[in-house]
C-alpha cells in the first residue's frame, strides 16, 4: 500500500466523513475553495514514497467561529459561508494527519504553526479554534496556540 493509500485510509477511519456530511471531505472542488480563502490551507510533508502527512487549517471571520462553536454550523458551513476575499480574524485548526511511524516528531505542528504564521502575515488573525477528535489533536491545537501566542477556543463533542 502506498503512502498516498495509508493517508486516505487513515483520513477515512479516524474521520469518517463518508457518515458524517456536516464534516470536510477535500476533492478537488473544496481545494480550490481553500486555496481561494488562503494558499496556507493545506499543507504537506512527503518522502519519497508520497505523503507522510496532512494539515488543513481555515481562515475564516470571529462570527463564523462563534456560530461554528455554539453548534449553529458545521465545518461543511464553516467553510461554504467564509467569504472570499475577506479579511479573516480567526483560524480553525481543523484536521492534522501523520502516519504512525512519524508520529511524535512535531511534523503536524510545524505544519500548522507555519500555515497560521503565513495566514497572520495577511489577515489581523487574533484567535484560533478546533474540534478535537482525540486528546492528541486538543493538545496538538494547545501547542500551536502557545507557539502562535493567540487564545485557543475548542468545540466540545
Known sequence: MTNLERMIALADEF????????????????????LAIHPA????VSDGNGPIAWMLVIPTTHQIMQRFLSKEIGERKLLDETPVPSRYDAVYLCSA?????????????????????AIMND????????WAFSNEGKRLAESIARQAYLPLHGRTP
Open 41 to 44: 490551507t493545506l499543507g504537506e
Open 15 to 34: 474521520f469518517d466523513v463518508k457518515n458524517d456530511p456536516e464534516q470536510i471531505a477535500v476533492d478537488e472542488r473544496v481545494r480550490e475553495q481553500l
Open 123 to 130: 489577515h489581523p488573525v487574533g484567535e484560533l479554534f478546533y
Open 97 to 117: 494527519l501523520v502516519l504512525p511511524e512519524h508520529r511524535g516528531k512535531g511534523i503536524a505542528k510545524s505544519l500548522a504553526v507555519r500555515a497560521v504564521r
